[in-house]
Nanobody, 122 residues
Framework: QVQLVESGGGLVEAGGSLRLSCAAS????????MGWYRQAPGKQRELVAA???????NYADSVKGRFTISRDNVKNTVYLQMNTLKPEDTAVYYC????????????????WGQGTQVTVSS
């Protein structure tokens, strides 16, 4: 089994910063892409940022220039540095990782964290 454990959410005023972390552990053979999604009340889950193992990144237009995704391939951990936060960034943030686990190295599977709440007050 694989587990993704997130940390770092909380309440912050508009203009503030937060840093999210997500560590993958368990029966991991290789971690491919990792990313962060978010879901606000009444809205669909959306991609915030993604990073592949080689380091290439992709961001939602709404967070470009404010958020930075990074990863530590040794620790199988992905980070999301969020600066200049806005009330519209309020959501539950979910970590996602595409992982090959040791029980079947012929296929990949997407794993999700439990979600962490980010609330930005105006």
């Amino acid at each position: 089994q694989v587990q993704l454990v997130e940390s770092g959410g909380g309440l912050v005023e508009a203009g503030g910063s937060l840093r999210l972390s997500c560590a993958a552990s368990g029966s991991i053979f290789r971690v491919n892409g990792m990313g962060w999604y978010r879901q606000a009340p009444g809205k669909q889950r959306e991609l915030v940022a993604a990073i592949i193992s080689g380091g290439n990144t992709n961001y939602a237009d709404s967070v470009k220039g404010r958020f930075t995704i990074s990863r530590d391939n040794v620790k199988n951990t992905v980070y999301l540095q969020m600066n200049t936060l806005k009330p519209e960034d309020t959501a539950v943030y979910y970590c996602n990782a595409n992982i090959i686990d040791t029980t079947d190295i012929s296929r990949t599977k997407d794993w999700w964290g439990q979600g962490t709440q980010v609330t930005v007050s105006s």
